[in-house]
Structure formats: C-alpha cells, structure tokens
C-alpha cells in the first residue's frame, strides 16, 4: 500500500513535470508558428486560399455549362451497362471494339449528344469557376470528378466512332473540345483537378492517336494539331496546385492545433478517428504539430521552385535534398504530405505523350511534303519543330526508329530503359519495371 | 546453601530504591510511537504536501496553457485572415477515386483530399455503396483503373 501510493505520487509529480513542458514548449513552438507566418505574411506570400482564388466573371464561366452537362448525362441501362463499361476499359488499352460493343456504346453517345455539345460550350469558354472560394477549402463546392471522368471518357470514344464512321474532321474537332475543357478544369488550382485533368488529357490523346494515326491528313490540320500539344500551358497551371495545398494545409492545420470542440471534430477526424483517444493524442502532441506545420510550409516552398522543372531535374533534386523523408518525431502525428513525387511522374508522363504525339505529327507533315518520313528527328529542325524533343524522364533526345515497318517514337518512362517502345496504360506502381516507354507509332505504309 | 542463595537475591532486590520515571519519557515514548506510526501509514505528510502541490500545478499549467493557446490561436487565424469555420460540404466521391485515378502512388495524395471532402458524421459507407450502385454499376469501377 505504501509503496503503491508513492509510485502514485511519483507518477503525478512526473506526469505534472511532462505537462509543463509540453506547456512550455506550446508556447514557444506556437510563438514560432506565428513568426513565421507573420514573415511570411510580409513577404507577401498568400496566407488565405481566398488570395489566389481563381478569377472569373460568370459571363465567362464555363462551370454553369458543365454543371448542366453532368446533370444531363445518362449512363448505360442496366443490360447494356455491363458491356459498355467493359469495352470503354478494353478500348484504353489498346483493343478494338466488337460490332456489339460499339452499337451499345453508339447509342449511349446518342442519348449524351446534348452533354457532348454542352462540353464544347463549357470548351468555348474562357474560364471556369466552379466553387465558391470565399468559403473554408473544405467548403468549396468541387467539379464531380466521377462524372467528369466518365463524361471525358465517352465524349473521346464518341470522337473515334464518328472519325471510324468517316466523319473524321467533327471526330478531332470533338476531342479537341474535349481537351480544351480538361484544360479548363486546371482553372480551380486543386490538386484532385489537376489529377483529374492530367488523366483524361492523357485518355483524349489516346483518342486523338487512334483517329489521327495511319489516316491521311491535311498538313494545315496536322500543324493545328501540333499547337495543341503545348506542354508549357500545362506545367504553368499544374504548379498551381502547390500553394493551394499549402494553404489547405495551413488553415486544416490551424483547425487541428486549435482543437475547439466542434469544431476541431472535423479537423481531428482528418488525422483519425474522432474518439476521445485521439484528441487527447493530438491535444498532448499539439507543440509538434505547431513545428511539422512550418516544416511542411517550408517542404512546399522548395516544390514550388523545382515544379516548372522537367521530371529529370524534379528527380535530380527530389534524391539531392531528399524532401521525401519525414523526421522521425513527425511520423507519429500522422500528418499527410501529398506524394508530390507520384505527381510530377504522371505529370512529365503527359508531357512524354504530348511530345512523342507532336514530332509525330511533324514527322506526317513531312512526309505529306517529302513523300516519306525523316531519318531523323533532327531532319524536322526549324521547319517543322524548333529543336530535337526532350525526353522529360531522362533529358536525352526522344528514341526515334523506323523498324519493321514501323515509325517509332518514345521517350524511356519512369523506368529510364529502353523497352523497344512498348507500353502500357495499365500503370500498376511508381516506376514500372517493364513496358514504361510512352510511344507515337506508326505503320509506314497503311 | 541454595536457600541462602535466594535469600541473598531477595535480600538485593529489596535494596533497589524504585525512582521515579524521568521527566516526559511517557510523551517521548507516545510520541515515538505516533512517529512511527506515521511513517509506516500510505500517506505520510510529505507525499500529501507533494500531491497537494503537484495538483495546484497540474491545475494552474492547463489553465495557462488553455488560455495562451486560445490567444495564440486568434492571432494565427487572424494571420490566415481566418474565421474557424465549419466544415459542412459532404462528398462521396472520395474511394471512387481512388480506383478511378488509379494506381497506388496517387493513394497517399487522394487520401488527403479525400479526407478534406469526407463527411465522417454519417452512415458513410452505406451511402457509398449506394452510390457506387446507383451511378456506377458494379462493374464500372473495374473498367476503368487507367491510370
């Protein structure tokens, strides 16, 4: 019993001794945090997401448009559902429609003509603002991404349909509208719309390729074709995601080291499960979260300097500063840092397509001139491109052969090995140890 | 010669003079007594002085620290040009992602984003199965893991 209560005490006088501390240390690491942000603040760096909230005056707004398209979009019966979505999965990777499969899926394009012609509106456009982004980040209404994505989808399909039915020009004309919307949806700097965006640019290109590959096209349509392939337009916009999560990350963070009742259910129940377990945990561990918030400010300052980089010079640094790693006294907090990593990959994957797609639309200009391909890509400079492609993985010229038949061009993916211009669309991990080239191919005689 | 013996004894014991207890040997002895008693109870007077104390400063540190943190905290939000709002935007879309946009290395992103959106106060899962239902179909979400 003696013993027993003075380890009690013991226990007390230690528990009080952490408490102070931990008191202590709040306070300081709190004075900290708003140091920094004051500074911050003085440098001009935007604090509020309202700062660099997307301007757009709703007689440009494209959002109302597509509000109504995903209104109007019909998915498939229930008998046909089945079958379409199995044909729209097999068609981006690679395999031709069957006759039933591209009837169903001609009808459900019939049904959606309406939403189609919405999105070449939304297209026409010169901006988009969906949410209203005077409210908290949590509270801003976002694009439907699923609807977005299924709409894309179908919309890049109807596009090879028309152009396989003859109607080649409305079928490119399509899918350019197509891209010109993906686009837009960048206008609203999100991380998830520039995930969204970079997807369904990627599936539109896998429908301009199967329309404009091995079918005769006109020079002039070809050279549109090659302005569209501005990746410069797209590494701008894709930056912009960086300071949004930065700012989402600091009034979540706010919200947490609060920890008003109420309130903070909603930011706690971000980091875990809203029991009484846990915000104590976050309570007790308040003055690190107060260091990690800052450090994770800072993380996000160094991407955004290396973001407009090319993917070999993002990798360069990325390894050189390993900005990955988490400090061992902010793993238990449970704190997620996007996987900015996995970002600028899918990123400069796009940008691989686009170039790979762009020298081989120059390569077909060139041959509608010269009757045949170039030896290499070299032969299109300055006429047709203004230099030799990059490849964005490995900042070497992209592969050029013609082999058996074949035109291949391809930049060596993540992966940086040769794979012969093998692909896949079925990316199943970071860095893909075969199949990762991001190939423009063509047949030299169709 | 052993009843001389005891005689002689006895003879000795009644020559001791009996004098008289020393002045406050009962108190000291009493005292003692307490002390140790005292010292072999679970409480002894320094464990109470240091709990006592220990608690005054249990209380006063989480009074001190609610109230610096609660001013530390206006200032931050005044910083953010903040208002401690609510979170009240529900979204399901959030795991069906995840599937859609794909492979693992977007998991740890979407999972940010998709706790942003998240409605945790509700039936979430049901309401997900129901619009995974409704809007996809079962088999759409197979279909189309592109990327």
Redesign the interface.
């Given at each position: 019993?003696?013993i027993?209560?003075?380890v009690l005490?013991i226990l007390?006088?230690v528990?009080?001794a952490v408490?102070?501390v931990?008191?202590v240390f709040?306070?300081a690491m709190?004075?900290k945090?708003?140091n920094y942000?004051?500074e911050a603040?003085a440098e001009g760096i935007p604090?509020?997401l309202?700062d660099i909230a997307p301007s757009c005056p709703d007689p440009d707004n494209a959002a109302p448009l597509w509000k109504a398209a995903e209104a109007l979009f019909i998915?498939?019966d229930?008998k046909d559902?089945?079958l379409a979505?199995?044909t729209?999965?097999?068609f981006?990777?690679g395999k031709p429609f069957d006759e039933a499969a591209r009837q169903t899926l001609a009808r459900l394009c019939g049904k959606n003509r309406r939403v189609f012609e919405l999105i070449a509106e939304a297209a026409a456009r010169p901006c988009l603002r969906f949410g209203d982004w005077t409210?908290?980040?949590?509270?801003?209404?976002?694009v439907?991404?699923?609807k977005t994505?299924q709409v894309t989808?179908l919309l890049g399909i109807d596009a090879v349909l028309q152009a396989d039915a003859g109607q080649v020009r409305e079928g490119l004309e399509e899918c350019r509208n197509g891209m010109h919307f993906v686009r837009k949806l960048m206008d609203e700097p999100?991380?998830?719309n520039n995930?969204?965006a970079?997807?369904e640019m990627?599936?539109l290109l896998i429908c301009f390729d199967r329309i404009a590959r091995g079918r005769g096209i006109d020079s002039a349509t070809l050279a549109a074709w090659m302005n569209e392939m501005n990746f410069d337009f797209w590494r701008h916009q894709s930056v912009r995601w960086i300071p949004t999560?930065r700012l989402?990350g600091?009034?979540?963070g706010?919200?947490v080291?609060?920890?008003?009742p109420?309130?903070a259910s909603?930011?706690l129940?971000?980091l875990g499960d809203?029991k009484g377990i846990d915000r104590f945990f976050y309570w007790l561990v308040?003055p690190v979260l107060k260091s990690q918030f800052i450090w994770v400010h800072k993380r996000y300052g160094d991407l955004e300097k290396i973001a407009p980089e090319p993917y070999y010079k993002q990798n360069e640094f990325l390894n050189k500063r390993n900005l990955e790693r988490v400090p061992w006294y902010y793993r238990p907090t449970g704190v997620?840092?996007?996987?900015f990593r996995?970002?600028f990959?899918?990123e400069a994957a796009l940008e691989a397509m686009m170039l790979t797609t762009k020298a081989g639309l120059a390569c077909k200009i060139y041959k509608n001139k010269t009757g045949r391909y170039p030896e290499s890509l070299g032969a299109l400079v300055p006429d047709l491109l203004p230099e030799v492609p990059i490849d964005p993985f490995t900042g070497k010229p992209l592969i050029y052969k013609i082999q058996s038949g074949e035109l291949l061009i391809y930049s060596l993916g993540s992966n940086q090995k040769d794979d012969g211009g093998r692909m896949t669309?079925?990316?199943?991990?970071?860095i893909m140890d075969k199949d990762d080239d991001w190939t423009w191919r063509e047949k030299i005689n169709p | 010669m052993k009843n001389r013996e005891m005689q002689d004894v006895e003879n000795l014991i009644k020559s001791i003079k009996l004098s008289p207890a020393p002045e406050g040997l009962r108190e000291r002895i009493l005292d003692r007594a307490r002390a140790r008693g005292r010292s072999n109870a679970g409480m002894t007077p320094l464990l109470w002085k240091t709990l006592v104390g220990c608690a005054a400063a249990l209380a006063f540190i989480l009074i001190a620290d609610g109230l610096l943190s609660r001013t530390q905290q206006s200032r931050l939000q005044a910083l953010l040009d903040g208002s401690g709002r609510t979170e009240s935007r529900a979204d399901e879309e959030g795991p069906l992602l995840a599937e859609a946009l794909g492979d693992p290395i977007s998991s740890k992103m979407l999972a940010r984003e998709k706790t942003l959106i998240a409605d945790r106060t509700s039936t979430r899962q049901a309401r997900l199965g129901h619009l995974r239902a409704e809007l996809l179909g079962e088999d759409f979400e197979d279909n189309e893991n592109i990327y």
């Open positions: 019993m003696k027993f209560t003075k005490v007390l006088v528990v009080t408490l102070l931990r008191a709040n306070y709190g004075k945090l708003e942000l004051a603040k604090l509020a309202k998915l498939p229930e559902r089945k979505f199995d729209v999965g097999a981006f990777d409210k908290a980040p949590w509270a801003i209404e976002q439907k991404a699923m994505i989808r999100w991380l998830l995930l969204v970079l997807s990627k599936v999560e989402i600091l009034e979540w706010l919200k080291i609060g920890g008003k109420g309130d909603a930011a129940s971000l809203e308040r997620l840092f996007a996987d996995g970002v990959l899918k669309y079925q990316i199943t991990k970071l | -």
